[in-house]
């Protein structure tokens, strides 16, 4: 079974501007089931297409499977089985020996930036990077499947 071991902090805009980063990758992703026990989602990138099949979250770490998919099953799927969606710019940025993963949302999400690194055990210590703030590590409202579902503007 794969297990995904993730934090999740909010990101200082004012000090994210201002640095070096590559270009993001956008990404629209639906769920075609969106409960706190479990989500399927699926993700669609410029080039690729995936199925996630994550289960509930337990501190930091919950199942996940994710699979590869052809990008036009991928595309098909959002818009035919898709019950909420977002979109987003992804971008990868290396601090420290470890990557860290920042979402800019946009649509109904905009102005929500949220940085994500994996761990490989729940206790790893990693060094945090002065453009990361506020922990929201568990906090289910900063979930994607529930910013597809509540999002941001609402808030």
């Given at each position: 079974m794969?297990?995904?071991?993730?934090?999740k902090f909010l990101?200082?805009e004012?000090k994210?501007i201002?640095i070096?980063?590559?270009?993001?990758?956008?990404?629209?992703?639906?769920?075609?089931?969106?409960d706190p026990?479990k989500?399927?989602?699926?993700?669609?990138?410029?080039s690729n297409?995936y199925?996630?099949?994550k289960?509930?979250t337990?501190g930091?770490?919950r199942?996940?499977?994710?699979?590869a998919?052809?990008?036009e099953?991928?595309q098909?799927?959002?818009e035919?089985?898709?019950?909420?969606?977002?979109?987003?710019i992804?971008?990868r940025?290396a601090?420290?020996n470890?990557?860290w993963?920042?979402d800019?949302?946009?649509g109904?999400?905009?102005?929500l930036?949220?940085?994500?690194?994996?761990?490989?055990?729940e206790?790893?210590?990693?060094?945090?990077?002065?453009?990361?703030?506020?922990?929201?590590?568990?906090?289910?409202k900063?979930y994607?499947?529930?910013?597809s579902?509540h999002?941001?503007?609402?808030w």
């Amino acid at each position: 079974m794969g297990v995904e071991i993730e934090r999740k902090f909010l990101v200082n805009e004012s000090k994210w501007i201002k640095i070096e980063k590559l270009q993001g990758n956008y990404y629209k992703q639906g769920y075609l089931l969106a409960d706190p026990n479990k989500t399927i989602r699926i993700r669609l990138t410029d080039s690729n297409g995936y199925l996630t099949i994550k289960g509930k979250t337990q501190g930091a770490s919950r199942p996940e499977f994710e699979y590869a998919i052809p990008k036009e099953d991928a595309q098909q799927l959002l818009e035919q089985f898709s019950i909420f969606s977002l979109t987003k710019i992804r971008y990868r940025i290396a601090f420290k020996n470890k990557v860290w993963e920042v979402d800019e949302f946009l649509g109904d999400n905009s102005g929500l930036l949220i940085a994500e690194i994996e761990l490989t055990h729940e206790t790893e210590q990693f060094e945090i990077p002065d453009w990361v703030g506020k922990e929201v590590t568990g906090e289910a409202k900063y979930y994607n499947s529930n910013l597809s579902k509540h999002p941001y503007k609402n808030w």
